[in-house]
């Protein structure tokens, strides 16, 4: 599952540009007798499939190659149709945006010129998350401290039109149970929130505390960005970014950003004779990545060209900051639970008596960690026409936590009522299984602080008027950690939740009509104006 935006959720990566070739499964000959997914079969792929052999499974690199490769050679052993423009492949073009050379942040005084290494002493925020317009790519302008951006701080030095330097930190004198707050990630936030209206040139925010790792986690993030284009700083013209340049950096003895001979000192002051030119300049580098699309054709001549689709994501994060002795992040839960449910789906449908009569079609995002990347270019890009897709069913995250409850996102959170008729079959699913779920509705509202209807691959089938739901069992200590493992799993539960999904899957295929209220038929041009 993503990660809200806090500020930038950017995240280098090798380039392919033929789809990778699959590797014999060593499961590829494995029978299952059950015609409903099994524990049993869910442990045996999800133990190679998070596994520190495919490295976390990062978008854009060869670990996620080799994990798609993995899924096409099981999707090629059960016979199923492929789906993608290449074969079982949907290839997702991606760009990585790199600073270029030309990137340069100065400190000039009469006297001299000093010059601020990009990545190493000050690190570009180039995404502020939420679709919105970048920082601006340039700045200039007298240095003006600003302390620690407390109290009425930001009045005591003029603001506009000057770059200001404040810390992200506690004055000297402050009481400990004030000190944390004043130096957490979110104080970062809080701050800029108080300046960007002032419209400075620029800021730079000086990161001290529990704070002082949010650099460098952006500058990785950076490092490893990928986007699926759009509006960038190459093509934005500033003129059109209300936002000013945002960089963060860390106060170092000496620093020409910090009055001379600082020491803690918060009192704002300009820095007489100093100005600061910053100056931001991208390059874009191709990086090619795929999305796994799979079909199991309907046996209804007039419902066989509709869909109900399963998705989950099969990147996850990667390489990490050692945490514990190791630095590979498995996501076992995250989103390797969903990735083998939706095999154990594919194979139950696949050999099951009496095919459904709806197509079913299976899509395994990439790129979900990056933004949401793969389920936004399928949607924009299907390989079946959109409105073909009766309903989509996300899972994410759906292995851990209480074994009788289950979270439930969609009927409520979708706008104009789109998936309320499709909850209403999920209710009527679950109650005709043998141990039905208690269905958490908690995260079901685009308003709900946590933003979970936001932060899956279901969102962007939601946006395109299909109607959605999305399975999770939730949260936990683990989560983004390298200590989400498949060890952790509870496999009943993971098997549990793939019932109701096969449930809910073979009564939307039979059905009929689709889940959706005549009112909410709208086209799904309609829905994105």
């Given at each position: ?10 995240f280098?990566?090798?380039?392919s540009a ?12 494995a ?44 999707l ?6 492929p ?14 945006p ?35 317009p ?30 200001v ?61 990928l ?54 300049e ?5 990086v ?47 989103d390797?639970s ?35 990347l ?69 995260w ?19 946006r ?17 950690r ?48």
């Amino acid at each position: 599952m993503g990660k809200p935006y806090l500020g930038m959720a950017l995240f280098l990566a090798g380039c392919s540009a033929a789809p990778p070739t699959p590797s014999p499964s060593p499961f590829a000959s494995a029978t299952v007798a059950s015609p409903v997914p099994t524990a049993d079969e869910l442990k045996r792929d999800l133990t190679v499939f998070a596994s520190d052999s495919f490295r976390g499974r990062e978008t854009g690199t060869n670990d996620e190659r080799r994990a798609a490769a993995f899924l096409v050679s099981r999707l090629t052993a059960l016979g199923l149709t492929p789906g993608g423009d290449s074969g079982y492949y949907q290839r997702v073009p991606l760009v990585h945006p790199a600073l270029s050379g030309a990137t340069r942040f100065t400190v000039s005084t009469p006297a001299r010129t000093t010059t601020l290494l990009p990545m190493i002493d000050l690190v570009p925020i180039l995404d502020l998350g939420g679709g919105e317009p970048p920082p601006k790519a340039t700045a200039e302008g007298p240095l003006v401290f600003a302390g620690y951006g407390v109290e009425d701080d930001f009045t005591k030095v003029p603001i506009k039109g000057h770059v200001v330097v404040v810390v992200n930190g506690a004055p000297p004198r402050t009481r400990p149970n004030e000190r944390a707050a004043l130096e957490s990630e979110s104080a970062i936030t809080a701050r800029l929130e108080r300046l960007i209206p002032l419209h400075p040139s620029g800021i730079i925010v000086l990161l001290t505390g529990s704070s002082t790792d949010v650099g460098a986690r952006i500058g990785r993030e950076l490092s490893r960005a990928l986007t699926l284009g759009g509006p960038s700083l190459d093509v934005l013209p500033d003129g059109e970014r209300p936002v000013p340049m945002i960089l963060i950096g860390r106060p170092s003895a000496g620093s020409p950003l910090l009055p001379a001979g600082w020491t803690g000192d918060g009192t704002p002051r300009v820095l007489r004779g100093k100005r600061f030119t910053g100056h931001i300049e991208l390059r874009q580098e191709p990086v090619m990545s795929y999305n796994v699309v799979a079909i199991v054709p309907g046996t209804d001549a007039a419902l066989r060209r509709t869909y109900v689709a399963f998705g989950a994501h099969y990147d996850h994060l990667g390489i990490v900051p050692t945490d514990h002795g190791d630095s590979i992040a498995d996501g076992a839960d995250d989103d390797g639970s969903g990735s083998v449910a939706l095999l154990a789906l594919a194979r139950a449908f696949a050999t099951s008596r009496g095919a459904p009569r709806r197509s079913i079609l299976f899509v395994w995002h990439v790129g979900e960690e990056k933004g949401l990347l793969g389920s936004s270019y399928f949607t924009e890009h299907p390989t079946v026409p959109i409105d073909s897709i009766v309903a989509q069913i996300n899972a994410d995250m759906i292995g851990r936590n209480n074994p009788e409850s289950l979270y439930v996102v969609g009927p409520m959170a979708a706008p104009h009522g789109q998936s309320r008729v499709l909850g209403a079959v999920v209710d009527s699913v679950n109650r005709a299984l043998a141990h039905p779920f208690t269905f958490n509705r908690e995260w079901d509202s685009p308003t709900h602080p946590e933003q979970i209807y936001y932060r899956s691959d279901h969102y962007n089938y939601a946006r395109m008027g299909v109607p959605i739901v999305f399975f999770t069992s939730g949260m936990h200590a683990d989560y983004h950690r390298v200590t989400d493992t498949p060890a952790k799993i509870d496999y009943d539960k993971l098997a549990h939740v793939d019932v109701l999904m096969f449930d809910l899957g073979t009564a939307l295929a039979n059905r009929a009509t689709r889940p959706v209220e005549q009112q909410s038929l709208v086209t799904a041009k309609d829905r994105t104006k």
